[in-house]
C-alpha cells in the first residue's frame, strides 16, 4: 500500500482496477505508424507503476506490464531541458533558444517556426531539437553519455540503454525532424552541427525504459529534485518547478487543455506509449501504453490516469 500524503491512498488493488478500466479503450488507438520498429509493438500492453516518498522509505506500487521495456521518445525532452538549463541557465534558454507557451499544433508541426523567432516551447519537436543544440559535450558520443547518465540516475536504474533498432528507425524515418533542424539553423536558432545534434536527439528518444523506471523520474520531480532513494539532488528545484509547469501547459502536445480537463495533473508523454506524472510532494506515476490516440497519446494511460484522478483526494483543478 502507498500512502499519497494521507488524502489520497494508491493500492495495488486501485490501480488493478485503473488497469481494467483503461484496457478497455486500448483498441480504439494505433502504435505510432511513422517509425516502424514503433509499429511493430503489441498495442495491447498497458502497465501503471506509482513511487510514493512520504515516508522515510519510497514506495513501488505497480501493476500489468510495468517491467516492460519501450522507448523513451518525447519524454526525453525533459531531460534533455534539465541538461540545457543546467548548462546554459534558464535565462538564456527560456530566453534567446525556446519560449514557454502551448502551440495547439502537432508536437511535429513547422508551422508556426517561420512566424516566431523561436520554437514556442521545448516539449514540441522543435524546441526539443534547439535544445538538445545547446547541451555542452565536444561530440555526439559524449552528450549523449552525459544524457544517459543522467537519465540512469533520475530513474534509479544503471541498466538503461539505447534500443539499437529503434534509434536506426528514428534515423531513416526522421526527415521531417531534419527539415525542422535546418530551419532553426537558418534562423540562428539552433548551435552548433545540425546532423550532429539530430543524431543526439534521436539517440535521446530512443532509449529504452519501463513505466517504473517513468515513475521513479515523476518521482524526483514531484520531490522537488531530490531522488527519494538516493537522497541526491539531481534536477535544480527552479528547474523542476519549470517543467511541471510546462508539462501541465505543453507535456501532452494539441491534447494538453483536454487532459488537464480531464485529469488535471502535470504530465508529460511519447508515442513509445510513456506518460510520466509528478504529483508535487506525493509520488511519481509511470505509466506504458502503445496504443495512442490520433494526438500521440497513449490511450489506455490517459484513461488509466482520468480514473485515478477521479479516485485521489488530488486535482490541481
Ligand atoms: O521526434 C519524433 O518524431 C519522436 N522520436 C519523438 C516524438 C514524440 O514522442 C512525440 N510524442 N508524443
Redesign the pocket.
Known sequence: MLLAGGTGVVTQELLKDALKYGKCFVRNGNTAN??PELQRVNKYQLGICAVGFDGDLPEVVEVGDSRVPFTI??ISKIISLILAVRDRGPDYLFHDKVGVEPTGDP??SIVKLETKSRPFNPFI?AGAIAVASCINGTSADEKFDRFLELTRKLCNNKEISLNESVYQS?KET?DR?RALAYYLKASGVLEGDVEECLDL??RM?SVSVTALDIANLSAVLANQGKCPFSKEMLIEPHSAKAIRALMLTCGM?DGSGEFAMSVGFPAK????GGIAVPLVGRMGIGVFGPSLDEK??SIGGIKMLEFLSEKLDYQLF
Not at 269 to 272: K, R
Request: charged residues 5%; aromatic residues 24%.
Open positions: 511513422y517509425i521518445q518525447s508536437f511535429n519537436n528514428e526522421g525532424n536527439y534521436f528518444c502536445y508523454s511519447g508515442v513509445g500521440g497519446n
